[in-house]
């Protein structure tokens, strides 16, 4: 089935795609590399793109890992690669790390826990920076995560830092959201319960070789207990990720609940709700984009002086400048 | 003055000038070899990430397979290599070699660290586009990487990297 091509694209610029797509998907790494670049600018060659790629995507399984900054996901999730590929799957990664809002920069230092992983070929580590946007981050994660999976990554892990919305909607992203802790965090665990904690189909507390870790796994299981009773029980898994203590059986775990996935109706819902997550990410990207860029026209500044001079409401012009968004052409 | 140009408009806010103009710059910043004082790469790394970039930071005692592999999954459009240990002249060669061994060719290589100058001309004759020292302003480095990737991305005709 073909589709005409919209107006302001250029048919050109979509053949480029189209050609990068196939050649990352028939093997060549720097392709890949390429087209993960392609999509993470979003634009009328990143919508061609994964138009192109999205059909043969859908084999892997994807792993979201979350939780607060020190407790160790770029360890564990290189122990984690390390373990997949020891049973025979190719991994790709994700490594997301915050945009300055103040400069626009990122500093990215995923890789410095995932050096050994740069030698072998199974295995493709990309870092990528939240560049700000509402449901911008969820949106290319989600791109990227179709391209590694269409390139043959049967497993792949997303780690996130497990705060803001954003993050949080990565997590729901994936088949399996992991949920790493550490010991002796006290009200982090608090923090937990809020959200993080229900997004969890499997709970980790890493560096469990500090005092107290025994309390933090104990407080956990105590709190899960607490939950209405599932077809699915998140397990509470100890780690010691930097010796790799623990780490096959989170990935035990990981293959029981696709397993679980694949056997019970939870699949079919969780791949609806990833499905429904998914557009709505992508959309609320969109719109933040043209509602940013609308709200830059000149236009408009004779009704912010309204607002600054209290003389109308802000709720009023926001319903404005709502109205006046056109939406009929493509991003 | 009226012929003046005109001042510069206010810039746009970066999560909404991004979507619209070309994407941030994407650099990777590696530390080959045995030496473990990586304060320098930091340091660059920092003001490239101030200066509006993504910077993507290896680590220390890196081989200069894993720095290419790095280069190439992250696509990198500049590498910068921090060496202090005398072992340029040893390191860079095999860092270029990986480089072009994975068709890198056009990534934009410049090494920072304690260079002799007498060693310049052979470094910038493989293919090095740049070598910045002890005492180099950083304002320097940060011009640099942002003219040899705007000119990269001219050649390649991609957009051009925004100003930050």
């Known amino acids: 089935m073909t589709q005409p091509t919209p107006p302001g694209r250029s048919p050109a610029a979509s053949a480029v795609a189209r050609a990068l797509v196939e050649r990352a998907l028939a093997g060549e790494r720097r392709a890949l590399a390429r087209l993960l670049s392609l999509l993470e600018a979003r634009g009328p060659e990143a919508a061609t793109a994964l138009r192109a790629l999205y059909p043969r995507a859908g084999a892997a399984h994807v792993v979201g890992l979350t939780g607060p900054p020190g407790s160790g996901k770029s360890t564990l999730v290189a122990a984690l690669a390390r373990e997949f590929r020891r049973r025979g799957a190719r991994v790709g990664i994700l490594a997301v790390d915050p945009t300055s809002p103040y400069s626009g920069g990122a500093l990215l230092g995923d890789r410095v826990r995932m050096t050994d992983l740069a030698a072998d070929d199974g295995v493709f580590v990309r870092s990528v920076a939240t560049r700000g946007a509402v449901g911008g981050l969820a949106a290319a994660t989600l791109a990227l995560a179709a391209a590694l999976d269409a390139a043959g990554y049967s497993r792949i892990l997303i780690e996130t830092v497990g705060v803001g919305q954003d993050e949080v909607a990565v997590a729901r992203l994936a088949h399996t959201t992991v949920v790493v802790s550490v010991p002796g965090l006290g009200d982090e665990v608090q923090a937990l319960k809020a959200g993080l904690l229900e997004t969890a189909d499997l709970l980790v507390v890493n560096k469990a070789d500090r005092p107290e870790a025994e309390r933090t796994v104990a407080e956990l299981r105590l709190l899960q207990s607490l939950a209405a009773p ?36 939870a699949g079919p819902r969780r791949a609806l709700e990833r499905a429904r997550a998914g557009v709505l990410a992508a959309a609320e990207s969109c719109l933040a984009t043209r509602l940013a860029a609308a709200a830059r026209a000149p236009g408009w500044e004779a009704a912010y002086q309204a607002v600054a001079a209290h003389e109308r409401s802000p709720y009023d012009v926001a319903a404005e400048l709502l109205a006046a968004l056109d939406l009929t052409t493509e991003a | 003055m009226s012929d003046a140009p005109p001042p510069p408009a206010a810039p746009a806010r970066p999560e909404t000038a991004r979507a619209a103009l070309a994407p941030p710059i994407r650099v990777l910043v590696a530390k080959p070899g045995l030496d473990g004082h990586d304060r320098g790469a930091k340091v660059v790394a920092r003001a490239l990430r101030d200066a509006g970039m993504e910077v993507v930071y290896t680590g220390i ?6 720095i290419a592999e790095a280069a190439l999954q992250e696509d990198a459009e500049a590498v910068g290599l921090s060496i202090l240990s005398g072992a340029h002249l040893t390191l860079v060669p095999r860092v270029l070699e990986e480089l072009r061994a994975r068709g890198l060719d056009d990534v934009v290589l ?7 100058a007498a060693d310049v001309p052979a470094l910038r004759a493989l ?9 180099s302003p950083m304002a320097d480095t940060v011009q640099f990487v942002q003219e040899a990737v705007a000119a990269r991305r001219a050649a390649s005709g991609a957009p051009r990297p925004s100003a930050p």
């Open chain 2, 61 to 66: 005692r890196q081989t200069p397979a894993t």
């Open chain 2, 127 to 135: 293919g090095v586009a740049a070598v910045f020292g002890p005492g």
């Open chain 1, 230 to 265: 599932a077809a699915w029980q998140p397990p509470v898994l100890a780690t010691v990720a930097t010796r790799g203590d623990g780490v096959a059986a989170v990935v035990d775990a990981v293959e029981a609940h696709r397993e679980y996935l694949a056997a019970s109706e």
């Open chain 2, 110 to 116: 410049w090494v920072g660290g304690i260079i002799p």
